[in-house]
T-cell receptor
Framework: DAGVIQSPRHEVTEMGQEVTLRCKPI?????LFWYRQTMMRGLELLIYFNNNVPIDDSGMPEDRFSAKMPNASFSTLKIQPSEPRDSAVYFCASSLGTGSQETQYFGPGTRLLVL | AQSVTQLDSQVPVFEEAPVELRCNYS??????LFWYVQYPNQGLQLLLK??????LVKGINGFEAEFNKSQTSFHLRKPSVHISDTAEYFCAVSDQLPGSYGKLTFGQGTILTVHP
């Protein structure tokens, strides 16, 4: 399997622009997570999907952030409008099951820089 | 709610030396414990996890960790490190409550640098 695929790997944009990050989970996995990693805050869970349904979005920082999972093989995280403080590495992860004991498989991340 | 504290932000060691990366957690409920490794410019990869049973857990690349419930610790060890072990290591917990979906709470990470 190719693992979790994220695109783009790097994104540089200007403040106010819309940014869309994409994720393809491992085939057969039914849980998907979006994380953000920064030096100041470490790794934070933004949102969790199970069977394409958003279950917990309490980590989404504000209304400028939105996430969708239209089918089992694709998810997007959108920031509109983007701000410099959104600069971070965004990771997508997937897991086979829904339990807390499941291993999460992480993608390589998207490094976002908002100027 | 849980919290995870990794006691060392950076650990420099020489090749073939032993290493211990320390992790303490706080939780009002029982938890599962994980160690993930992040190589430069890559995503996180599971090293090992403790779910139940033997408190000594063996993982990939020769790493092992010991769960100590009384001290709420889950320290990671390797008896002899290699240059290729240079990476950032994250300790994480998830709670065991019914219906929990695997929300991971991560520590701040420990950067392990192995010198020749």
């Amino acid at each position: 399997d190719a693992g979790v695929i994220q695109s783009p790997r790097h994104e540089v944009t200007e403040m106010g622009q819309e940014v869309t990050l994409r994720c393809k989970p491992i085939s057969g996995h039914n849980s998907l997570f979006w994380y953000r990693q920064t030096m100041m805050r470490g790794l934070e869970l933004l949102i969790y999907f199970n069977n394409n349904v958003p279950i917990d979005d309490s980590g989404m920082p504000e209304d400028r952030f939105s996430a969708k999972m239209p089918n089992a093989s694709f998810s997007t995280l959108k920031i509109q409008p983007s701000e410099p403080r959104d600069s971070a590495v965004y990771f997508c992860a997937s897991s086979l099951g829904t339990g807390s004991q499941e291993t999460q498989y992480f993608g390589p991340g998207t490094r976002l820089l908002v100027l | 709610a849980q919290s995870v504290t990794q006691l060392d932000s950076q650990v420099p060691v020489f090749e073939e030396a032993p290493v211990e990366l320390r992790c303490n957690y706080s939780s009002s409920v029982s938890v599962y414990l994980f160690w993930y490794v992040q190589y430069p410019n890559q995503g996180l990869q599971l090293l090992l996890k403790y779910l139940s049973g033997s408190t000594l857990v063996k993982g990939i690349n020769g790493f092992e960790a010991e769960f100590n419930k009384s001290q709420t610790s889950f320290h990671l060890r390797k008896p002899s490190v290699h240059i290729s072990d240079t990476a950032e290591y994250f300790c994480a917990v998830s709670d065991q409550l019914p219906g929990s979906y695997g929300k991971l709470t991560f520590g701040q990470g420990t950067i392990l640098t192995v010198h020749p």
